[in-house]
């Protein structure tokens, strides 16, 4: 069933969380939220195309909206004097309305090449360039591995090279233990438009399992104390 399900909504729950996280009354204004949440992504996907936005968390109350942008290139974001920043706020705003109270931050990543909606747009971008598509996958493969992700796996489907013929090519690193839901997968996936057709890419990044905390082996565990017993040890008694 891994190998089927995306391995984000497979972890939902687990040590993964939505990226819209809130609650509608209705369902007419569960419809409005869902059509603001996606009119949000796509204008930000627009304007910081160069930015290397890897995902966009929108959390809602009843009177305010927190839209949390991750990117590598926090620079771009920004803009020279926060003008840039501020533009997308100003737009943003917009689509909300006047009614409700806007706050935009902003999370820097720090190892972009084990985040893998990034690898994905970065081989797209590559494609277009006309870089060779093995070419492209290898040296994701070895920057991701470089960058200490433990496995990566890369599926890349169309009319690669030019043929005539479309086809599927997939590399793999390490292990992808898809269907262990204590490894920490990332997936991402991108679309290159190029001059003899789209291309689609898949990326899933194994970047190492998260275990819970657990008790000290050397600690022993103390009596196990019923409701009876608390009880009776916290009743004063009654002569």
């Not at 275990?211 to 009876?228: F, I, M, N, Q």
Request: proline share 5%; net charge positive; glycine share 8%.
């Amino acid at each position: 069933m891994g190998q089927k399900v995306n391995p984000i909504c497979l972890r939902i729950g687990l040590h993964r969380s939505w990226t819209s996280r809130w609650f509608a009354p209705s369902k007419r204004q569960f419809r409005a939220y869902l059509h603001e949440d996606r009119t949000i992504r796509e204008l930000l996907r627009k304007e910081l195309a160069s930015a290397a936005v890897s995902r966009v968390e929108i959390e809602r109350s009843p009177d305010r909206i927190r839209v949390a942008i991750h990117t590598a290139r926090p620079g771009v974001l920004i803009g020279r004097r926060g003008e840039n920043i501020q533009r997308l706020q100003e737009a943003v705003q917009q689509i909300l309305g006047p009614d409700k109270q806007l706050k935009m931050d902003y999370i820097e990543i720090t190892n972009p090449y084990v985040e893998a909606q990034l690898v994905a747009e970065s081989i797209a971008f590559q494609l277009q360039k006309r870089v060779a598509h093995r070419r492209a996958m290898k040296r994701s493969m070895q920057q991701a591995e470089e960058a200490g992700a433990k496995g990566i796996k890369i599926i890349c489907q169309g009319r690669l090279g030019g043929s005539e013929m479309t086809r599927r090519e997939s590399y793999r690193a390490g292990k992808v233990p898809l269907g262990t839901l204590r490894s920490d997968i990332d997936y991402g996936e991108a679309t290159s438009h190029t001059t003899a057709g789209c291309i689609g890419i898949k990326v899933w990044v194994y970047r190492g399992d998260i275990v819970p905390l657990k008790a000290h082996p050397h600690e022993k565990a103390g009596p196990r104390r019923t409701v009876a017993s608390v009880e009776a040890a916290t009743t004063p008694a009654v002569d």
